[in-house]
């Protein structure tokens, strides 16, 4: 009888092969420690009962356990004051006294304290959500509760999926309902136009008593509220990206309450940014213009705790993380900045070494902690690239570039680059006239979702990028 067991990230599964008959995987079950069959191929022509797989299984690890005298729980209470003072826990500050702490000394966030609590207890449910997605019905496509048909297809020409509409949900809720009306509106990477929190929160929007509740807020917030959303199927790392931006003074409101114009702003503009990766562990780095720090989820304590203090990306680092199935499509500056690499088998003074998760969080984690460069270059056919300016690209940038180093376009800041305008000030709400609905929401597309080329990392890295396209690129770009 052979048995492997392999741990995989962010879910716990047990492969075993058993009697040469088939291979079978077990999720755990992070409600009821238990676990659950998900995938089995080559079925042995015999029968074998899902029972005596996990009978056998449980056996094995009876069997480890007893010769160890250990508990299978290596965190379970023990009598040994060694084993105590091996697991005594760290005394670390809680996201909670740090964004008390950093909102009263800087009086131009001051009342965003309360909406960046919920909005990494957002991330506490969606990091949960992603454990379950396996054991839970929650895949497949998103089912409208009304029609009973399937969700609509979302701004990027994709059908929502039930993941993609909890996390969104909750993602709105977080900056909407606990805010004390600091966020007046919201922007979503799964959502064609940005809506007021008066309309998040329930509230008829067509009447001007009840549409005008959150216009005292002096901010809006936007989001992609599962990046990489594909990565869970095969347990590696996904993310939630988040930027918070100050509403321009002077800004009016429409009937609806919302503005795009609040939206369409420079990076620069931020106030507050940051991720959360659902990974091993589960981190949430943020930056409030002043540095870059991170915490970590304390899974006993269901807490987020300060472990990464004024997080430094090095100057210049060896990892690189591109998608290189796609290099061929890549434009000549990123091409022949490839190929030199290689061929000197060195970046910035280093050896070079290549990691691509496939979720941007997780690859600019990666990056962040360990210095590198990250890409995502335009090519044939997104010759914009494909990640969005505006809740993806920016407020990583903001983030690099709070903790030492950049964020590029390849031929500028990405912080600098000014989303389209809209050239008709339409209300969103364009009564009987499609025409004029449909030619707001082109030109929000515009704005909103606008790509740009992305290049995030250590700023020699990307500074030597940025030579390769100033030498090779286009003169018109």
Same mark, same amino acid.
Do not use: G
């Given at each position: 009888m052979m048995k492997n067991i392999l741990q995989l990230i962010p879910v716990l599964f047990i492969v075993a092969t058993i009697d040469k008959g088939g291979v079978y995987a077990f999720q *755990?079950?992070?409600?009821?420690?238990?676990? %659950?069959c998900r995938h089995q191929h080559h079925q042995h022509q015999g029968s074998i009962s899902r029972a005596s797989i996990i009978t056998s299984l449980q056996s094995s690890l009876d069997y480890h356990g007893s010769n160890t005298n250990d508990s299978l729980d290596p965190l379970a209470s023990s009598s040994s004051s060694q084993s105590e003072a091996n697991m005594k826990k760290k005394d670390l500050r809680t996201l909670q006294r740090f964004l008390e702490v950093e909102c009263w000394k800087l009086p131009t966030i001051r009342t965003l304290d309360s909406t960046l609590l919920t909005v990494s207890d957002a991330c506490k449910q969606i990091n949960r959500i992603v454990q379950r997605a396996q054991t839970d019905d929650l895949y497949g496509a998103a089912i409208d509760p009304v029609t009973g048909q399937l969700a609509e297809v979302n701004v990027q020409g994709e #059908? +929502? +999926?039930q993941l993609d509409v909890l996390c969104n949900t909750l993602m709105l809720r977080a900056f909407c309902g606990a805010s004390n009306n600091a966020i007046c509106a919201v922007a979503s990477e799964e959502e064609p *136009?940005? %809506?007021?929190?008066?309309? #998040?929160?329930g509230y008829d929007t067509t009447n001007s008593a009840t549409s005008n509740i959150f216009t005292s807020g002096e901010y809006v917030a936007v989001f992609d509220p599962i990046d990489g959303s594909k990565n869970i199927d095969s347990s590696l790392p996904v993310g939630t990206v988040f930027g918070i931006y100050r509403r321009p003074e002077g800004v009016e409101f429409e009937k609806d309450g919302l503005n795009l114009d609040s939206f369409l702003q420079r990076g620069t503009e931020m106030v507050a940014a940051g991720y959360c990766l659902y990974s091993a562990t589960t981190v949430l780095v943020l930056t409030l213009g002043s540095g870059v720090h991170g915490f970590t989820l304390d899974p006993d304590k269901q807490t987020f705790l300060q472990t990464h203090p004024n997080m430094r990306i090095p100057d210049v680092g060896s990892l690189y993380s591109f998608n290189e199935a796609y290099s061929r499509d890549y434009n000549e500056p990123v091409q022949k900045f490839l190929k030199n690499m290689k061929e000197t088998g060195k970046m910035g003074g280093k050896k070079v070494s290549s990691r691509y998760v496939g979720a941007l969080v997780a690859d600019v984690h990666n990056v962040l902690i360990n210095g590198g460069i990250y890409g995502y270059p335009a090519d044939r056919d997104n010759p914009q690239g494909k990640l969005r300016l505006l809740y993806e690209s920016a407020p990583m940038a903001m983030i690099m570039e709070q903790a030492g180093g950049a964020g590029s376009t390849g031929y500028g800041r990405i912080l600098? #680059? *000014?989303p389209p305008q809209p050239h008709s000030k339409k209300s969103r709400k364009g009564g009987d006239n499609d025409d004029e609905e449909f030619? *707001?929401?082109k030109e929000a597309e515009k704005g909103i979702h606008v790509r740009v080329p992305t290049f995030l990392g250590s700023v020699e890295n990307v500074f030597e990028l940025d030579q390769f396209h100033k030498y090779y690129g286009d003169d018109d770009e």
């Open positions: *755990l079950s992070p409600i009821t420690s238990s676990t %659950r #059908v +929502q +999926q *136009l940005p %809506r007021s929190c008066a309309d #998040v929160m600098d #680059v *000014l030619d *707001l929401e």
